[in-house]
Nanobody, 124 residues
Framework: QVKLVESGGGSVQAGGSLKLSCKYP???????MGWFRQTPGREREGLAS???????NYADSVKGRFTISRDSAENTLFLQMNNLKPEDTARYYC???????????????????WGQGIQVTVSA
């Protein structure tokens, strides 16, 4: 079973930073990888995606604060989160699919492989 494994979550004060990591199997090559988050009672929100060619897409809610990157040599996807706000509190998920990313991650329904998620809590 293919697995994506997130790490790097935790608790931080507002204005702080966290860097999430998502380790993926070296035997699998995903073209598009992305980050999502979800809080109880709310729909899952797409945050950022990155094509294998380096094209990046961001949701307006995180543009300028979050940066997605990928280290193919280490089989790891990252999400650098700066200037965190209490409303960023959520469970964060890494996801992937083998096609070109949709430029609007909110419309990209192709993600078919998911991690188990990791909690991020931002206190005021």
């Amino acid at each position: 079973q293919v697995k994506l494994v997130e790490s790097g979550g935790g608790s931080v004060q507002a204005g702080g930073s966290l860097k999430l990591s998502c380790k993926y199997p070296e035997t699998v090559s995903y073209y598009c990888m992305g980050w999502f988050r979800q809080t109880p009672g709310r729909e899952r929100e797409g945050l950022a995606s990155r094509d294998q060619d380096g094209t990046r897409n961001y949701a307006d809610s995180v543009k300028g604060r979050f940066t997605i990157s990928r280290d193919s040599a280490e089989n790891t996807l990252f999400l650098q989160m700066n200037n965190l706000k209490p409303e960023d509190t959520a469970r964060y998920y890494c996801a992937a699919h083998p096609f070109v990313c949709d430029a609007d991650i909110a419309r990209d329904t192709q993600f078919n492989t998911w991690g188990q998620g990791i909690q991020v809590t931002v206190s005021a």
